[in-house]
Structures are given as structure tokens and as C-alpha cells.
């Protein structure tokens, strides 16, 4: 009986070995591409908050608010921000190389990564400032 459990316990060890539990590059790039195809719906949204806080800025329902200052510059921030998250998928999309090939699949995939890494980067930049000005068009009644 011990000998059947330490039998069993090595081909457990030995299919569990075998197995391959990493991702393949092909797996890792198909991801990013999705995130990537994500963020470029995501990204109109971005455009269209900043053009609405755009109108926001000039408005009379800022002019006549009496911290219009404050206000101002809250929203001049929050444009500024919406312009570097998307100068980020910009640059991002320039730089990213969709036939990358390495010498290796160990180079293909570590490549992939690090671009997984960076476009997650881009969608959490995404995410938070396409909230705060959610929630500031929402506050202002933006149309």
C-alpha cells in the first residue's frame, strides 16, 4: 500500500510537471489586444468628457458659480488629465509591436508581458479619470 501511494504520488508530480500552466506569447498577445480593442471604445468616452467639460469651462454655470475659480481649475485639471491618459494609449499604440518575434518563445512571451503590463497601466489611467469626470458632468448636469 505505501508503495502504491508513492507511485501514485510521482505520476501526480510527474502530470503536473508536464503540464504547462504559462500562457503561450500567442495566449498573453491576444489579451493585450483585447484590453487593447477595450480602450479604444473606452477612449472615445474620454474624448467625449473632455469636450464636455470643455463646454463646462466656458460656460455661465461656471461664471456665475462664486467659487467659479476653484471650480475652474478643477475642471482645467481634470481636462489636463483626460489629455495624458489618452496621449498614454497614444503613445502606447506607437510604440507596441504586434509581430514582435524574439529569438525565443521564452522572448516572445516575456515581451508580451511587459506590453500586458504597460496597457494595464493605460486602462487603470482610463478608468479613474473617466470616473471623476463621470462624476463631475453628472454634478454639473452636463448633456
Known amino acids: 500500500m505505501n508503495r502504491l ?12 510537471i ?11 498577445r491576444q489579451e493585450v489586444l483585447n484590453i487593447h480593442d477595450k480602450l479604444m471604445i473606452d477612449g472615445e468616452k474620454v474624448i467625449k468628457n473632455k469636450m464636455k467639460l470643455d463646454t ?5 454655470q461656471i461664471k ?11 475642471i482645467g485639471k481634470l481636462i ?3 489629455n495624458a ?11 507596441f509591436k ?3 518575434k524574439g529569438k525565443t518563445e521564452k522572448e516572445d512571451l516575456d515581451y508580451y508581458k511587459s506590453e500586458m503590463i504597460k496597457i494595464r497601466a493605460v486602462e487603470d489611467s482610463y478608468i479613474k479619470v473617466t470616473r471623476e ?5 453628472k454634478v454639473y448636469q452636463v448633456k
Do not use: G, R, Y
Not at 508536464?18 to 498573453?28: G, H, I, Y
Not at 463646462?56 to 455661465?60: A, K, M
Not at 456665475?64 to 478643477?74: F, N
Not at 491618459?85 to 510604440?95: P, S, T
Open 5 to 16: 501511494n508513492i507511485a501514485m504520488l510521482c505520476f501526480v508530480t510527474a502530470l503536473f
Open 18 to 28: 508536464s503540464c504547462k500552466t504559462e500562457p503561450d506569447a500567442k495566449a498573453v
Open 56 to 60: 463646462l469651462l466656458v460656460s455661465d
Open 64 to 74: 456665475l458659480s462664486p467659487d467659479s475659480a476653484v471650480q475652474k481649475q478643477k
Open 80 to 82: 489636463t488629465q483626460l
Open 85 to 95: 491618459a489618452d496621449e498614454k494609449m497614444m503613445d502606447w499604440m506607437h510604440f
Open 98 to 100: 504586434d509581430d514582435f
Open 133 to 137: 469626470s463621470d462624476s463631475l458632468i
